[in-house]
């Protein structure tokens, strides 16, 4: 298993494959077209990934009695729920992105931004390499220098401590296949990309053969 260490258990799924470590976490890797990977997102990983818990707050641990050790880098710094309806031709694509009211204890220690209020940014990378923003419009700009347009000002949190980020409604991908989707927060542009609190939740690629 690639980087792992004290695996106890391993389980094969078709183009994925999943480890279970000493420490009671859940690790995936390989094709996540479907999301199977419990990491949030809809992108493939070649290394293994903690999966989240049923609420997206946290990694998944399978035996809490016995001490975590997992390093911080392996921890996401934004954790969030990605959700995906359609196929390429007609994709809906959003995300709940949880903020630093999130308590997951000494593992997050320093990979949450406490307080707010937050902007949220919502990024893609074209196949040809450009950068478009989508802005308080819904509109997507190529980015061309300066400031990080945001996507929402000063986001406030519902009762279960998310906000929902709609991105695409039945948009047609089929001419960007290769297009990767990035979403992050911060309390302006800079704060979140020194913090390095952006994840990347899906990438354009053909509709998998059922």
Known sequence: ???LTGVT???AGLSYSLALTSDGSLWAWGDNAYGQLG???FVSALTPQLAI?????GTLDLNPTVANNIPPSAIPRII??????????SLTLGANVYFGAIDLGALA????????PYNVYVAAVAPSGGIYLLDVNRNWSLYSGGPLPEYVSNATLDATQHYYVSILDGADLTSVIGARFLVGY???DQEMLTAQRYREIYVAQPDPVQ
Request: aromatic share 6%; glycine share 26%.
């Open 1 to 3: 298993m690639p980087g």
């Open 9 to 11: 258990k391993f389980a």
């Open 39 to 41: 990491n949030g997102g």
């Open 53 to 57: 818990n049923e609420t997206v707050t």
């Open 80 to 89: 969030l729920g990605a959700r995906r309806i359609g196929a390429l031709a």
């Open 109 to 116: 220690a320093g990979s949450f931004a406490a307080g707010g």
């Open 186 to 188: 911060g309390t302006d």
